[in-house]
């Protein structure tokens, strides 16, 4: 009912406006329109018909074209960037403090005892000339060896290369005795040969060679592989206690005019590096300012970002040479993105579907951190292991040789997928706003060596309290960091097409070809209502027709009577006479008598009588 409502009123509005077909709404419009080209159409002779309305359908087109450039050009979600420079005194950067050397080796020696005795054999064997220079390797242990050895392919024949284990080459077995002769031909120098490390799975029955440009990036690959095999099976509590304190590896420290220690530093273990330093971490207080630019004003190390970020030293960081006096001066960009839709970034990384493996260290989002996250979410997930150098989630265990022979093999490949690291750069998100630190960086050698053993004595009184030299050139380094000038940078994108910009355009281009406004727009909008009105009643006029005819069509008797339309009934009386319809078949003996019908009403008002009868008898009836 409520249809049928709105139908009749939408039919009552067109009775009174453009009426009820296409042509009338469309004259309608012509008449009506503020629009200067339909006018034409209708008040012109045929040919100026002709041309106008050619005209207007032109002029209609190169809107409707321009008004789609407009429409995707802001679709497009592009972004000016604004560079804006300030001066202030500015927040001094966390700076990271790490040893190149993660453990003192007295403390790791221990555990790496089999592996530095593996390590020169395998030195030995590669830098020998002759067999006869090896020293003998009875007294190694193979089990390291045997999960990822090093061999050595012979590709001078392509079709068949042939593949040696490198202890073999010498005649040497896997169980830990020198035995057998030398293989013939155990050296290969030619450009065909090449160091490679075999890593396989599925108890030796599939394997992999990755393959190396020279023979020190192999061992040194090779090394690193099994030092992360041993140490993942080390409690993290004891591997803290292998690196170095504190007091060990800040001797002195100076910020602007203030002085500082070890103790002004967060320590964190970091697994590349071992125990680094933190100055100025903001965690439990307010970050230091920075007074004065100039070098005279610094102090303190090497990675510089954010305070509350993790630092990726592996990624991010520099290194200082022994012996030498790096400045670092520094210069701040602020970045600050749009975000959705405009940039692809994130606020704080809640809408990043990869859980954050640092959020234990209560460090805000970081590109860095989301990558590293997604690795070893994949690493888990492939290898049942987690990789050592990454954290690891609740209830999930680091990858080693003892508990999970095939990791080694499944990293590498995980590792070397350029699938995997597609899938974690299109899921992580760069941080809407970031701040940047460009470093310059200049050395140069010391201490001098006019002030070398002074400098050195009180180094060493103040790290061992002794009076004796217990430092030397290769095991120190002076730092020094500072803002070039209190100049920053911020790097802000805006909106390059804004609502404002596409109405403006939108308006621009139909007043221009149209010689139309908003008004004209809403009158267009209105026919477009009108034309939606017609075509319902019309589809409604046809389907109701069109019911009509269906539920008249399967009926094929004699026409109703006057008695069955009007009141409602049949009258026998009244109805044909079978026997005279010449499809009807004759039989008189098994046909029903019809029933009597109704004679006609017998009324007294159709008698006629005398006048003055009628006259009297109104008289009568008045008396």
Known sequence: MQVRKYLLKGLHRLQKGPG???????????????????????????????MWFLITLLFASLVCWQWGVFIKTYLSWDVSVSLSLGFKTMDFPAVTV??????????????????????????????????SRANATGALNFTIWNQAPLVLINEQDPRHPVVQDLFDLFGSNHNGSAGGSPVPGRTCTAPGCKLAMRLCTLNGTVCTFRNFTSATRAVTEWYGLQATNIFAQVPRQELVQMGYPGEHMILACMFGTEPCSYRNFTRIFYPDYGNCYVFNWGMTEKALPSANPGAEFAGARLVLHEQRTYPFIKEEGIYAMAGTETSIGVLVDKLQRMGEPYSPCTMNGSDVAIRNLYRDYNTTYSIQACLHSCFQDHMIRSCSCGHYTYPLPPGERY???????????????????????????????????????????????????????WIFHVLSQERDQSTNITLSRTGIVK?????????????????????????????????????????????????????VWITIIKLVAFSKGLRQKRAQAPYTGPPPTVAELVEAHTNFGFQPDANLSPHAEAHPEEQTPPIPGTPPPNYDSLRLQPLDTVQSDSEGDAA
Not at 424 to 438: F, L, P, R, V
């Open 20 to 50: 009820y077909t296409y042509k009338e709404l469309l004259v309608w419009y012509c008449n009506n329109t503020n629009t200067h080209g339909p006018k034409r159409i209708i008040c012109e002779g045929p040919k100026k018909k002709t």
């Open 98 to 131: 790490c040893n190149a050397s993660p453990f003192q080796y007295s403390k790791a020696k221990p555990l790496l005892k089999d592996l530095d005795a593996l390590m020169k054999a395998v030195l030995e064997r590669i830098l020998a000339p002759e067999p």
């Open 399 to 453: 990858c080693n040789n003892q508990d999970f022979p095939d990791w080694a093999y499944c990293y590498f490949d995980l590792r070397m997928s350029v699938v995997q690291r597609e899938t974690c750069i299109n899921m992580c998100k760069e941080s809407c706003n970031d701040t940047q630190y460009k470093m310059t960086i200049s050395m140069a050698d010391w201490p001098s060596e006019a002030s070398e053993d």
């Open 479 to 531: 730092l020094n960091i500072y803002f070039q000038e209190f100049n920053y940078r911020t790097i802000e994108e805006s909106a390059a097409n804004n609502i404002v910009w596409l109405l403006s355009n939108l308006g621009g281009q139909f007043g221009f070809w149209m010689g139309g406004s908003v008004l004209c727009l809403i009158e267009f909008g209105e026919i477009i209502i009108d034309f």
